[in-house]
């Protein structure tokens, strides 16, 4: 019987420098040594000692592009978990405080490749109610819909009876809102799609995004979500 390592995952995420590079990560792009460790405060011999630790845990990878050498996290898995980890990590008045440690991306954010916050909260809640996601053995499984193509999303037809393997659609618990937003490739045709729309553009700060009088309309109009309720909340 193999036992999984925790052990090594748990000494990965025990150091404050460690974890604010992943989550610089979490942002879903490729980043050089040098900007990590200043985003992490270090210099970057130590920033390269610890991204050596998290590429042995399995956490991150590196690739070289030319001269430099890019770092990400190893897989949307990986960007999930740390998600969830971020949604349970101690704090008081925990909804309240994750709000106000998150900042500006509290509101509208990237997980990794998808969209994250009250928006993508509320928008999988619309999905559900409408019957294009089920709620099945802890997981998602998406069902034929017309509003789907309204929102970008070509879904394999494979995908309309499950598969448990490589579901199209994963649940992912959300770090402020404490409820479940969409992952999966689901999650990623649709944060794609509101880009290549205009519907969101990047904030000042990486992981944050804005939502567009265009993309507000738009989900108004094909979802009946009012966003700026949303957002000010």
């Known amino acids: 019987m193999t036992t999984p390592r925790f052990d090594i995952i748990g000494q990965a995420l025990s150091d404050a420098s460690r974890t604010r590079m992943l989550c610089e990560l979490m942002e879903g792009r490729s980043f050089t040594n040098k900007e990590l ?14 991204l050596r630790m998290l590429q042995n845990a399995g956490l991150v990878l590196a690739e070289k592009r ?5 770092h990400r996290l190893a897989n949307g898995e990986v960007a999930q978990v740390l998600e969830q980890l971020a949604a349970i990590a101690p704090s ?107 519907w969101v553009t990047r904030s000042r700060h990486k992981r944050g995004l804005e939502i567009t009088g265009l993309g507000q309309r738009a989900l108004e109009q094909i979802l009946g979500l009012r966003c700026e309720a949303l957002i000010n909340a």
């Open 37 to 50: 460790a200043s985003a992490a405060g270090i210099t970057a011999q130590t920033a390269s000692a610890h």
């Open 66 to 70: 030319g001269r430099c050498v890019f």
């Open 92 to 198: 008081s008045h925990l909804h309240l405080a994750q709000r106000r440690k998150a900042g500006d991306i509290a509101q509208l954010r990237s997980c990794y490749d998808h969209l994250a916050g009250p928006v993508a909260v509320a928008m999988t809640g619309e999905f559900l109610a409408r019957g294009m996601l089920v709620e099945e053995n802890g997981g998602f499984r998406i069902c034929g819909h017309e509003v789907w193509h309204r929102l970008g999303v070509q879904v394999p037809q494979k995908n309309l009876t499950g598969d448990a393997r490589q579901p199209f659609a994963r649940p992912c618990m959300d770090w402020t809102e404490r409820r479940l937003h969409v992952s999966g490739p689901l999650g990623k045709q649709i944060l794609t799609y509101f880009f290549d729309q205009g």
